[in-house]
C-alpha cells in the first residue's frame, strides 16, 4: 500500500531498531506482515520465550507468509518463540492482550481520517507502559499526492497529518530517514509512558 517495491531490509530494520535492544522475553504485534519484508528483520531477533503475532488482512499474503517460515531459512525462529499468523483486520483484532513492542508498516496517510485516529488509539491501547510503536511515512510520496491529488484528497491528508500530530506531540520519540528503500521512507518511533 503506497510502495513501489516491497521495502528494503534497511527500512525492515529501522522498523525494528527498538525490538533489537530488547531485555529479557518481549511480545511483539506486527501490522501489515504483508510478505515479511519487516518480519524477516524481526525474527533473527527473538529468543525462546518471545512472542510474534502477525496481523495481515490478505488471505493470500498470509498463506505466503506461512510458505516462508515452512521453507524458508531466514524465517527459521528459535524453538519456544511463539509464532501466531493472524488473517484479520487489526481493528478486529480479538483479546485484550498487550505489546512490548508494534512494528506498524502501513501507511497510515492512505487511510481516511476516522480510521487513522481508530487505529492508532488502538495500537497505544495494546502497547504495554513503556513500550514502543513504530510506523513508516513513505518520503516525498505524500507530497505529490497532496500536490496532484483533488480537494477531496487534500482535506483527508490535512486531517490525517493533525491527527498523527496529536499523536506525536505526546508519544514520539525518535525519526529517521531511509534512504535505501523505494521509495526512501522516514521511521517514527513513539513510547508509551511507564505506570
Do not use: C
Not at 3 to 18: F, N, R, T, V
Amino acid at each position: 500500500m503506497g510502495a513501489i517495491l516491497p521495502s528494503s531490509k534497511y527500512l525492515g530494520q529501522a522498523g525494528a531498531y527498538y525490538l533489537s535492544q530488547k531485555q529479557g522475553p518481549i511480545t511483539v504485534l506486527e501490522v501489515g506482515s504483508g510478505t515479511g519484508s519487516f518480519t524477516r528483520e524481526i525474527v533473527p531477533l527473538l529468543d525462546a520465550g518471545d512472542r510474534l503475532d502477525m496481523v495481515e488482512i490478505n488471505t493470500g499474503l498470509i498463506a505466503y507468509l506461512r510458505n516462508r517460515f515452512a521453507e524458508e531459512p531466514a524465517f527459521q525462529v528459535q524453538p519456544g518463540v511463539d509464532i501466531n499468523f493472524i488473517n484479520s483486520d487489526i481493528r478486529n483484532l480479538a483479546g485484550d492482550f498487550a505489546y512490548d513492542y508494534i512494528v506498524f508498516s502501513l501507511p497510515l496517510t492512505n487511510f481516511p481520517p476516522q480510521m487513522v485516529e481508530e487505529i492508532l488509539s488502538l495500537m497505544l491501547k495494546r502497547l504495554k507502559p513503556g513500550g514502543v510503536f513504530s510506523y513508516v511515512k513513505y518520503a516525498f510520496i505524500s507530497r505529490f499526492k497532496y500536490l496532484f491529488g483533488g480537494a477531496a484528497t487534500r482535506t483527508a491528508m490535512t486531517q490525517n497529518q493533525h491527527l498523527i500530530g496529536e499523536f506525536a506531540s505526546r508519544y514520539q520519540i525518535e525519526q529517521r530517514l531511509v534512504w535505501l528503500n523505494v521509495p526512501p521512507a522516514w521511521t517514527f518511533y513513539w513510547r508509551k509512558p511507564g505506570e
